[in-house]
């Protein structure tokens, strides 16, 4: 298949580099759009009205270059429209501001968290129209908060911290990609809702039709696991769904079951494609099971509360099933890049989104692998065919899903072929169920049958992917998969492809090109992690403390007992950087230390030494001076209260203090003052980030550098 018959292939690539430029380089952020949309125009006046129509072929690819230049331009302008005052915001905005809700709120611990839409600033404060803002509000105090509210609401936005760890999640970032530049927290009888006016009445709707069918769930009996697990694969709502659920599904290699996507649009897809048949006998018959069906799977995207995720899948199988109506030749890769650009259209910020890179792959997997993985074997009896062709799909799902799945979540569950076959057959009946209760669900004892029926098969359905997840070498752990080897690993799987199974011999080079390119990769990393020397004190909150020894692959993290029962913060602070530096999981409290596992490690009590390294942790304010002071490298002060810097001089002689986030802002200031006179380096991690020091180069290593 040539490219002229993928079009669409192309103009997504291009979209999609001018989406990136835009918000990860904030490229082009000064320039007019009416600049941008003029150099588009001159462009596309270059490509066909200057350039010849019929120039030799060999310079035919300078018209493909402009039209690519003009697409790539168009990228940049969409992105700037749909996110017109990202990253404008430098400083603190303090005041009172009218917003309405623009996204249905999702509860945490102690707070609610909403994405607001800024209508207007009062008393005098200057807003951008309809600039988007992420408020947390205190959760007693929203109970009756829902999308659409018009909030009039006091508080101080200030742009989202940055990443304060190694190679730990960026929510800055994150929200950057989402349009959102400034966050508040919205203390108790700081708001009013003074109306409901919602942002789109179609999105408003769809949320109170999940509303009562979710209520209606609960009234005919499902709660627990059961009701969590049917809020998830049912209607698209996960807020209820607590981390043991999660974690079974994950490791069984199910996850993708709880997010509803592309598998549930496509069963609704199927399920009425098969009740539809009977529309195949005429040319107009054909033309209306299209539209019902376009009608099924909106209908469900609808119920969904028009979530992203379902929209994604929704307008994927729209595009799919007017390809199939339509009587010409189709090309499935056009079919996926035209449903892809169409939702960049919608929504730059998609391209980064987790949900939509993994749907895409799947699907790229399933188009390319399918069929080659399919014809491996051959089973006359009717339904060992139809397993097969099930695990088939699963495989080659799993080639296109596995390297970005990696990058993200550093885990393959080797048991995904049978929790997929468990997932394909219960998810079916599942989804089927439930759409049938969310149609009868006004009908009493009717509706409290079917909603026992979905809650039965719920509950085996978790509890066989939860024996699933308990097999032994049920999964891969620590997979460190940067970008580079995602795209060493796909061009390895393409050009494979291409040799094996299409037989174009000129695709041998290529495929051992990058064969070698990722050894290179594999051997360089492997080099980095056996000769490292690393120290590295994390920044984990005013609450706790933690820092890492590392000596080639063994390594000790000492940390407060607090933190180390916390696995959740724990993980966010360090566990991306230790998956990198492919270090395993060894943690200990400061109170009980093990230094004999990490080579040229020493410690006594808040003294420790690390290849000549000479450290004390002072996490009290008395000092007792001594006749002439102990030498030590490092000093690393915590704790709430000022120390007396003069006595901490006359008790100890260091080149290095670290201040930990424990010490307020105000004491770090005149620590830090004081200290800097007498020729003492001070690194403040509560505003510097994490210390990362390299034992080889005798230097810290900035942090920006270490990210």
Known sequence: MYWSARPFVRIFFFFAAGVFLTVQFDLFRSVSSFVLAGAVLLLLMIAYLLLPKRIPFRWYWIKGVV??????????????????????RKSLLKGTFLGVVSSQPSETDKTVKVKVKLLKGVDSVSVSESENVLLYFEKDSVNRLKYGDVVLFSTTLKPPAATANPDAFDYKAFLKTRGIALVGFVPKGNFKIVDNNPPNRLVGFAINIRKKILKALRTNGLEGDEYAVAAAIVLGYDEVMDDAIRQNYQRAGAMHVLCVSGLHVGVIYLVMLTLLQFLNTSKKKKIIKALLLLLSVWAY???????????????????????NEVERDKDAYNTLAMSALFLLLYNPGFLFDV???????????????????????????????????????????????????????????????????????FSAIIISTGMLFAVISWIPLLSGWVAFILSGLIYLMNYLIEMVGRLPWSGVENLYFPWIKVVLVYLILLFGYR???????????PLLSAILLLMIFLDVHRFETVSQQKIVVYQVGRKHEAIDFINGQYHLLLCDSALLNDAKILKYATENYRIKLGLSKRNQSFKRLDFDSVPALWGDGDFIVFKGISMVWIRNTKFFPIVKPLPVDWVILSGNRMPDIEKLQQTFSFKKVILEPSIYKSNAKKITESLTKTGVSVYNIGLDGAFVYDVHSGSSIPFQDVK
Do not use: C, D
């Not at 168009?74 to 990253?87: F, I």
């Open 67 to 88: 039209l690519g230049l003009a697409i790539v331009t168009t990228g940049v302008l969409v992105t700037k429209a749909h996110y017109p005052n990202q990253n404008t």
């Open 301 to 323: 995207a609808l119920l969904t509360g028009l979530a992203p995720s379902v929209m994604r899948a929704t307008v994927m199988i729209s595009f799919i099933i007017v390809g």
């Open 355 to 425: 949900g939509f890179q993994l749907s895409y792959a799947a699907v790229l997997g399933i188009v390319t692998f399918y069929r080659p993985v399919y014809r491996l074997l051959y089973f006359k009896n009717r339904l060992l065919n139809k397993v097969w062709a099930a695990t088939a799909v699963s495989v080659a799902a799993q080639l296109g899903a596995f390297p970005v799945a990696a990058h993200y979540f550093h885990f393959f569950p080797t048991w995904f072929l049978v929790s997929n076959l468990v997932v394909m057959l």
């Open 499 to 509: 040799l094996l199974l299409k037989k174009e011999h000129h695709f041998v080079i």
